[in-house]
Nanobody
Framework: QEQLVESGGGLVQPGGSLRLSCAASGFTFSSVAMSWYRQAPGKERELVSR????????TYADSVKGRFTISRDNTKNTVYLQMAGLKPEDTAVYYCKRASIIPLWGQGTQVTVSS
């Protein structure tokens, strides 16, 4: 069964850091690019970051560039999103997604940035 399971979300103060993880199973993880998206209340889901299958190329939304870092460990079938300098506007449910012809989404993990 193909599956993506996110973890690592939580409540953090402005300026703080979190690391999200997305564990993949049921497919050949090392062959596909992976993405992180987020959806804030009342807003559309937006692309945050993307990483190629081998990890050699990464892209970021302008809103997170310089603060977030995407990475992956193909030996652990896991993609990460290291978030630093968090702002209240980063509050959202964060989802990982398999970037393939047939997309696959995780269930999401809530990130709340508040003092």
């Amino acid at each position: 069964q193909e599956q993506l399971v996110e973890s690592g979300g939580g409540l953090v103060q402005p300026g703080g850091s979190l690391r999200l993880s997305c564990a993949a199973s049921g497919f050949t993880f090392s062959s596909v690019a992976m993405s992180w998206y987020r959806q804030a209340p009342g807003k559309e889901r937006e692309l945050v970051s993307r990483i190629t299958s081998g990890g050699g190329t990464t892209t970021y939304a302008d809103s997170v560039k310089g603060r977030f870092t995407i990475s992956r460990d193909n030996t652990k079938n896991t993609v990460y999103l290291q978030m630093a300098g968090l702002k209240p506007e980063d509050t959202a449910v964060y989802y990982c997604k398999r970037a393939s012809i047939i997309p696959l989404w995780g269930q999401g993990t809530q990130v709340t940035v508040s003092s």
